[in-house]
C-alpha cells in the first residue's frame, strides 16, 4: 500500500485515510514525528534535572516522592520525573489523537469506511521510535543502576552493619549479630510458622554457633551516616521490600537472598519530626508485592538514629534474650 495515492476530499468519505502516504508524505510526517520525540525528550529531561538533582535532592520535599535520604539514589529522582514526563506527554498524544479520530471519523450518513492493508514506513516508524526511546533511556539509568545495585567495595576502615530482613505474611523482622559480631545464619526448613518465637518465625537455630547471641527485631535501627548491608529472605510468598525515602524497592523471594545498601544522611526525626513525647518518628517500610489478604498492614518501621542511640537498641534488644545454656531448641 506504501506510495498510494489517495482520492482525499471524496463524495464518500475514506475512513482512515490518513494513513494512506506518498513517499514524500510518509517521510515528512516521520520526520516531525522524530522531531516531536526530540522535543518530548529534550522538555521531559530539563523538566527532571529541575526538579531532581539541581542542589541535590537531600532535605528537599519534592510534590510527589517523600523527602530523599540516601545520597546514592539521588540521580533516581531525575531518572523518575524524566520518565513520568515522558510517559505523560506520550499519553496525552496518544490519547488526544485518539479522541480527535474518534470525533473526526465519527458516523455520518453516506460515508462510507474503506479497507486498507497499512503502511510499512509508518509500521517501521512506530516501532522504531518507542525503541530508540526506551534504549536511550536505559542508557541514561545504566550508572544509576549499578550505584544503586551493586555495594560499593568496603575500604579498610569503613564501618558497615551487616541486617537480615526477613518478610513473612504479614510482618517484617530484622535480624542483627549479636555481642560476637556473627551474623547466624537462616534455615528456610526451620520456619515454623506456627510458632511466635521470633527465632522459629525466621528459622534461625540458636544452638549454631554465632546465633546464640542474636538479635530480632520487628523494628529497624540503624545510625546515620553509615553503610548499612541488608540480606533480604522471604519465608513465605514474594514480598517487596520498600523503603520510599531511600528510593529502594526490592523484591523478597523465597528461596533466593536478596541484597541491598542503604546509608541514611539523615535521621528519621530529622525528615519525619518526633512524637509529643520527644520519641523519634521512623520512616516507613512497605511491602510493595500484593502478597495475601494482609498485604495492606504489612508496614515496618525504620529508625535512622545516632550511633549512641543504636548502640542502646542493640543493648535493649540483648538485655531480653535468655542465653542460658541448659536449652535445646524445638522446633
Ligand atoms: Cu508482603
Known amino acids: 500500500m506504501c506510495g498510494a495515492s489517495v482520492r482525499e476530499g471524496s463524495g464518500y468519505g475514506v475512513a482512515a485515510a490518513w494513513l494512506v502516504f506518498t513517499k514524500e508524505r510518509a517521510l515528512r510526517l516521520i520526520s516531525k514525528m522524530l522531531a516531536g520525540v526530540a522535543v518530548v525528550f529534550c522538555a521531559a529531561g530539563s523538566a527532571a534535572w529541575a526538579q531532581g538533582d539541581e542542589g541535590g535532592t537531600i532535605g528537599r520535599r519534592s510534590w510527589w516522592l517523600p523527602e530523599n535520604v540516601f545520597p546514592a539514589a539521588e540521580p533516581i529522582d531525575t531518572l523518575f520525573y524524566f520518565i513520568l514526563w515522558l510517559t505523560s506527554a506520550v499519553c496525552v498524544a496518544v490519547f488526544g489523537a485518539l479522541v480527535y479520530f474518534l470525533i473526526k471519523y465519527r458516523h455520518r450518513p453516506g460515508r462510507r469506511a474503506k479497507f486498507i492493508h497499512g503502511n510499512a514506513r509508518l509500521e517501521a516508524a512506530w516501532t ?56 547466624g545464619k537462616l534455615h528456610a526448613d526451620r520456619v515454623n510458622p506456627k510458632s511466635s518465637e521470633f527465632e522459629h518465625m525466621i528459622g534461625l537455630d ?10 530480632i527485631s520487628p523494628k529497624m535501627y540503624i545510625p546515620v551516616n553509615t553503610r548499612v548491608d541488608i540480606d533480604l529472605y522471604s519465608v513465605d510468598v514474594l514480598h517487596s521490600f520498600f523503603l520510599p525515602n531511600f528510593r529502594v524497592k526490592q523484591d523478597a523471594v523465597p528461596g533466593l537472598t536478596g541484597h541491598v545498601w542503604i546509608e541514611a544522611a539523615k535521621t528519621s526525626a530529622d525528615v519525619m519530626g518526633t512524637e509529643p513525647g520527644g520519641a523519634p518518628l521512623p520512616f516507613e517500610i ?44 524445638e522446633y
Open 286 to 329: 512497605v511491602c510493595a508485592e500484593l502478597c495475601g489478604q494482609g498485604h495492606y498492614k504489612m508496614r515496618g518501621q525504620l529508625f535512622v538514629v545516632s550511633r549512641g542511640e543504636y548502640e542502646a537498641f542493640l543493648e535493649d534488644e540483648a538485655s531480653y534474650l535468655d542465653l542460658g545454656d541448659d536449652e535445646e531448641e
Open 128 to 183: 522504531l521510535i518507542p525503541t530508540v526511546i526506551l534504549a536511550l533511556t536505559a542508557a541514561a539509568s545504566q550508572t544509576t543502576w549499578s550505584r544503586i545495585k551493586y555495594r560499593p567495595a568496603i575500604e579498610s576502615g569503613d564501618e558497615v552493619i551487616r541486617v537480615s530482613v526477613v518478610a513473612r505474611q504479614f510482618q517484617w523482622f530484622f535480624h542483627y549479630a549479636g555481642a560476637d559480631g556473627v551474623l
Open 206 to 215: 540458636r544452638s549454631e554457633d554465632g546465633a546464640r547471641d542474636d538479635i
